[in-house]
């Protein structure tokens, strides 16, 4: 079991930066790719970014440039945002994926994150 606690979610103008952390706790060793993921009201969640245990990134095409993901170590999971755009507002959720024969994943509770214009 994985627990993921998201913190830094707020309402920022647009082309202002928020740094959104996630802490994990439980079996964290397990991990092999954190991931951040939002959902927008109407919208399906989507993948923002995601880090390997080794290091690896991917990012959505929206985000490329201006969005950075980072992991201090197995606990801490940070997403860094600049030039934040009012289409970036939604609920921001942590991901946890451990991959064995199956993959399991874990989700943080969210945290919204509103950009005005």
């Known amino acids: 079991q994985v627990q993921l606690v998201e913190s830094g979610g707020g309402s920022v103008q647009a082309g202002g930066s928020l740094r959104l952390s996630c802490a994990a706790s439980?079996?964290?060793?397990?991990?092999?790719?954190m991931g951040w993921y939002r959902q927008a009201p109407g919208k399906q969640r989507e993948l923002v970014a995601l880090i390997t245990s080794v290091g690896g990134t991917n990012y959505a095409d929206s985000v490329k440039g201006r969005f950075t993901i980072s992991r201090a170590n197995a606990k801490s999971t940070y997403l860094q945002m600049n030039s934040l755009k009012p289409e970036d507002t939604a609920v921001y959720y942590c991901?946890?994926?451990?991959?064995?024969?199956?993959?399991?994943?874990?989700w943080g509770q969210g945290t919204q994150v509103t950009v005005s214009s």
């Open positions: 991901n946890a994926r451990i991959v064995r024969q199956t993959s399991q994943d874990y």
């Open positions: 439980g079996n964290i060793f397990s991990i092999n790719v």
